[in-house]
């Protein structure tokens, strides 16, 4: 008598799965190398955004500090003193910006002629020099009276290589108006408004600007043309 065996059901065998990984030593040196340089790349990219934000934070502690060292000069005119409500001619060259102005040069151009200084460009179109002697001529016939302020004197001064603060101002030419003086000043005062004035000026950082009439500002690498 023979006993049959029941049927096996084979998909719900389990078989065993049996894996072995070999690795050979050049597949492990790659596998180390790939990863060295995996850790380099990424120590590089750490070291290059800490470089790139040092790099911002020097660009942005320059630029403070040139907007704080920053100067602006501008050359006004007026021919009337409000303070002591008189009429007074007054060029001056006034530093509107945050920090001191070395001035190096100022150029003067009056109908095709260019000036190093004011003084000699009125003395070439108006006889500064003659007025100056007619003047000093009625003074010392007599001291006892002041004619130098009775008549009205005049002030001038050079800006060659003078330091400027922030918020000062420099008067290049100043005259008060008299009854001895009413033609010289007013043959000045009608062409002040056509005198060319260009200025280049060093900040603090060694920076230089040139700064025409129109107060138009261009940076140079020195004072050396103040042509704009």
């Known amino acids: 008598m023979s006993i049959e065996q029941p049927p096996t059901n084979t ?5 065993p799965l049996k894996f072995k990984l070999r690795l050979s030593r050049s597949k492990m040196n790659s596998i180390l190398a790939l990863c060295a340089i995996l850790i380099s790349a990424a120590s590089f990219y750490a070291t290059y955004m800490q470089a ?6 020097v660009a942005a502690a320059e630029r403070q500090l040139h907007a704080e060292t920053w100067p602006w000069l501008q050359v006004s005119y ?5 303070e002591a409500e008189r009429a007074r ?3 001056r060259v006034i530093n509107s910006g945050t920090g001191p102005a070395l001035i190096k040069s100022m150029q003067f151009e009056y109908q095709g002629n260019t000036y190093d200084n004011l003084k ?4 070439h179109c108006c006889n500064l020099d003659a007025y100056k002697e007619a003047l000093s001529e009625v003074q010392a016939d007599n001291e006892d009276i002041n004619y130098m302020k009775q008549f009205g004197w005049y002030v001038t001064s ?50 230089c600007y040139t700064v025409n009439k129109a107060s138009e500002v261009k940076k140079v690498a020195h004072c050396s043309n103040l042509k704009n």
Request: with cysteine; hydrophobic share 40%.
């Open 158 to 207: 050079d800006p060659q290589n003078a330091l400027l603060a922030d918020g000062n101002d420099l008067v290049l030419f100043s005259m008060d108006r008299s009854s001895f003086n009413g033609h010289l000043w007013e043959k000045i005062s009608n062409i002040a408004h056509d005198i060319e004035v260009n200025t280049c000026y060093c900040s603090l950082l060694k920076q």
């Open 120 to 123: 000699a460009l009125l003395n």
């Open 78 to 82: 007026s021919d009337y003193d409000l």
């Open 89 to 91: 001619m007054s060029v």
């Open 52 to 57: 790139k934000a040092a790099q911002e934070q």
């Open 11 to 15: 998909n719900n065998r389990k078989l």
